[in-house]
């Protein structure tokens, strides 16, 4: 009995231990996940700089709403991550962060506090499921200049841009940011 008991054992330990994913297999997925995520906001700043330069901040909230997911599913289709963008300070009511990505943003804040580049902020994980290990990413989404047209103080804001959110987000809370605070993150996740 005892003897079957330490198979058993085993067998659920070797079980383990196959499932787990090599340390390369996680830095190439972290190498992906790092490219995908710089591409992703490289085309979109670059989208709403656009947007903004032809008609103004009002004018570029359209980029934010339609352009960003269709960006988004273009990279997904692509790479197989599944993406998003999620804040606890939330414009899109989905946007709501889950419990990783809310244990992601106050670890990335800490770092950022504790001087780290914003431009390179990230991190990853792999985590349990009950459908399997699924690999995790976060980049820290830095305000900047530009972002505060949009998502500065309400009062900053200019008459147009309020009235448009207004209409759009009736429960917007994603206005008070100064350059540097992190906005958000882009979430990546793969099952593994
Ligand atoms: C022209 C206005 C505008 C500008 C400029 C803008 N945003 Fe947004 N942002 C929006 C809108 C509108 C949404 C909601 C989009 C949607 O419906 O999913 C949004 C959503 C987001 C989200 C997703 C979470 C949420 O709150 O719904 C993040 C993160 C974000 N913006 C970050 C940024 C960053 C960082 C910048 C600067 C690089 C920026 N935004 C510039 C209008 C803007």
Redesign the pocket.
């Known amino acids: 009995m005892k003897h079957t008991a330490t198979l058993s054992l085993l067998t659920l330990l070797l079980a383990g231990c196959a499932s787990a994913p090599s340390s390369e297999k996680v830095a190439a997925l972290n190498d992906e996940a790092r490219q995908t995520a710089a591409g992703l906001?490289q085309t979109?700043?670059g989208e709403?700089k656009g947007?903004?330069t032809a008609g103004g901040?009002?004018?570029?909230?359209g980029?934010?709403?339609e352009k960003?997911?269709q960006i988004a599913k273009a990279a997904m289709e692509k790479t197989g991550f599944q993406i998003r963008?999620?804040?606890p300070?939330?414009?899109?009511p989905?946007?709501v962060p889950d419990a990783w990505e809310s244990q992601a943003l106050a670890d990335l804040d800490k770092r950022l506090a504790a001087g780290e580049k914003p431009e390179t902020l990230d991190m990853h994980a792999v985590v349990d499921t009950p459908d399997g290990k699924v690999f995790r990413y976060a980049k820290a989404?830095?305000?900047?200049p530009?972002?505060?047209?949009?998502?500065g103080p309400a009062d900053k804001l200019s008459p147009e841009?309020k009235d448009k959110?207004a209409a759009?987000?009736p429960h917007?809370?994603?206005v008070g940011y100064a350059p540097g605070m992190i906005?958000?993150?882009?979430s990546m996740k793969k099952p593994l």
Do not use: W
Not at 57 to 61: D, H, L, Q
Not at 89 to 92: L, Y
Not at 183 to 186: D, P
């Open positions: 906001v979109l700043g709403l947007a903004m901040p009002a004018n570029a909230i980029v934010c709403k960003a997911p963008r999620v804040s300070n939330n414009r899109n989905k946007a989404l830095v305000t900047q530009v972002c505060v047209n949009c998502h841009v959110l759009e987000y917007d809370k994603a906005r958000g993150v882009l």
